[in-house]
C-alpha cells in the first residue's frame, strides 16, 4: 500500500525534506509518495529581500525560482507539488484540508512534516518572509524597490539582524537618503556581543541609530507619508516606513493542542510533534533555539532521517543542531558582522561568507536537491 507523506511549506525546511523522502527513501521503500504542500509556487531565497527592494542589484531570478522546476526529475506516482495553503488539519483522522486555486482538497497521510515557518509583522507592506503568494511577493519586492528610489526620508523600525541590513543595504546604495533605524532596545541586535561593531559599521554607512525607540503606531498620511509614533510619544514623518519586528508562527491550520503557549510548534527530541501521531516539524515554525536556515537545514535532515527510520519499522534518533550558534549579519554590499559561538568573526569573512551574494548561490542546491 502507498505510504504518503505530506509536506506543508515549500522554504528551506520543506524542500529539503521532500527532496530527501523522494531521492533517497524511495530507493528501498518503492510505494512512497511525497505530497508538497505551498502557497508560493517558488521557492523565494528570502535572505536576499533586503538587497532585492534596492532597485536594479538582484534579478528576481536570482533569489526566486519555480519549485516545481526543482522536481521535474521524478516520476508523478512519487511526487506531487500543490500550490495552496493549508487551512485546517485533523491530525486524529490523519487528513489535512488544502484551499487551492481550483478548490478545497483534503488530503490523507501517513506521515505529516509541518514546515511553513514564519511571517513577519506587516508582512502585507514589507517581502521579508514567504508570506504570501508567488505574485504577491514579487509585486511587494517591486512596490518596495519603487518607493526605496523616491524616498529621501526612510524609517527602519527594528534593529534585529533583518532591520540591520536592511539599512546598511540602503544606504550602501544611497548617500542623499536619510535612513533612521529605530531600535526598541538599549542596544540594536538585542544586545548581541557584535551589536557594538554593528552600530560603527551602521554609522560608519551614514545610517542613523536611535535606541529606546519602540514604535507604538505607524500611520499612513493622505499624502503617502507615514506618521510613526514612538511608546515615549515622539512623533517622526517618514517617506517609507520599513518595520522589521516580530515574527509570528504560521500555525493557524493546526489545533492548539499542539501549540506551545507561543502558539509555536511543540516537538520532542525527535521533532515528533507532540500529542500528535506521525507528524513531524522543522524549520522556523518550531523556533527551536531560534529561527534560522541553517537551523532549518540541519532539522530537516533529522526530521527526514526519522521518517525513513519509521518507514522501515525502526525507532527515531535526537535531531542534532549545530555543535554550537553562528550569527552572520551584512552590513550593506561590502562589510558584515559575526560570530561563531561567542568568538567574533572579521567583517571581511562575514562579507564572503553572506554579504557579497546573501548566499543566493546556495539556492539551486536545496531546490533541485542536488545538497542531498
Ligand atoms: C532578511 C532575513 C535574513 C536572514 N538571514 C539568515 C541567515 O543569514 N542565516 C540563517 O540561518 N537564517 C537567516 N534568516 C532566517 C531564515 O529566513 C529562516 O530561518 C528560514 O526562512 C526558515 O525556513 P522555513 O523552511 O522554516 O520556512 P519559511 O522560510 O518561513 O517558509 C515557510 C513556507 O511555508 C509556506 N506556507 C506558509 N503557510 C502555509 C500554509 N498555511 N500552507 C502552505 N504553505 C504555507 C510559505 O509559502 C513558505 O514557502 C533570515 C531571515 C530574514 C527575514
Request: aromatic letters at 6%; charged letters at 20%.
Amino acid at each position: 500500500m502507498t505510504q504518503t507523506i505530506v509536506v506543508l511549506g515549500g522554504s528551506y525546511a520543506g524542500l529539503q525534506v521532500a527532496h530527501r523522502l523522494v531521492k533517497n527513501t524511495r530507493k528501498t521503500v518503492k510505494d512512497l509518495k511525497v505530497i508538497l504542500v505551498s502557497k508560493n509556487s517558488h521557492f523565494y531565497w528570502n535572505l536576499a529581500s533586503v538587497r532585492a527592494i534596492i532597485p536594479g542589484i538582484v534579478k528576481d531570478e536570482e533569489f526566486s525560482q519555480p519549485i516545481e522546476k526543482g522536481f521535474a526529475k521524478y516520476p508523478s506516482e512519487a511526487f506531487e507539488f500543490i500550490v495552496g495553503s493549508a487551512e485546517a488539519s485533523d491530525l486524529v483522522a490523519k487528513t489535512v484540508t488544502v484551499s487551492t486555486a481550483g478548490g478545497d482538497r483534503v488530503l490523507s497521510y501517513d506521515h505529516l512534516v509541518l514546515a511553513t515557518g514564519t511571517r513577519t509583522a506587516g508582512d502585507d507592506v514589507v517581502p521579508w518572509k514567504a508570506s504570501g503568494t508567488h505574485e504577491e511577493i514579487m509585486d511587494q519586492i517591486h512596490k518596495t524597490a519603487e518607493r526605496v528610489k523616491t524616498a529621501k526620508h526612510i524609517v527602519v523600525a527594528g534593529a534585529g539582524a533583518t532591520g540591520v541590513e536592511v539599512a546598511g543595504e540602503i544606504r550602501y546604495e544611497y548617500k542623499d537618503k536619510e535612513v533612521l533605524l529605530l531600535s526598541g532596545d538599549a542596544h540594536i541586535l538585542g544586545g548581541d556581543v557584535t551589536a557594538g561593531s554593528a552600530e560603527t559599521e551602521l554609522k560608519k554607512l551614514g545610517v542613523t541609530v536611535q535606541t529606546g525607540a519602540r514604535v507604538d503606531r505607524a500611520v499612513v498620511l493622505p499624502d503617502g507619508k507615514t506618521e510613526v509614533t514612538l511608546q515615549n510619544g515622539q512623533t517622526i514623518l517618514t517617506d517609507l516606513y520599513l518595520p522589521t519586528m516580530g515574527m509570528a508562527p504560521n500555525t493557524e491550520y493546526l489545533p492548539s493542542s499542539v501549540l506551545k503557549a507561543d502558539k509555536f510548534v511543540a516537538i520532542d527530541e525527535f521533532y515528533r510533534v507532540k500529542d500528535a501521531a506521525n507528524v513531524w516539524a522543522a524549520g522556523d515554525i518550531v523556533w527551536t533555539p531560534r529561527g534560522g536556515f541553517v537551523i532549518a537545514d540541519k532539522q530537516a535532515a533529522g526530521v527526514a532521517k526519522n521518517i525513513d527510520l519509521a518507514l522501515h519499522g525502526k525507532g527515531p534518533t535526537p535531531v542534532k543542531l549545530l555543535p554550537m550558534d553562528v550569527f552572520v549579519c551584512a552590513v550593506g554590499r561590502g562589510r558584515g558582522v559575526g560570530r561563531m559561538g561567542s568568538v567574533k568573526l572579521f567583517s571581511y569573512l562575514v562579507y564572503m561568507a553572506k554579504g557579497k551574494t546573501l548566499g543566493m548561490q546556495m539556492m539551486p542546491g536545496i531546490l533541485n536537491g542536488t545538497n542531498y
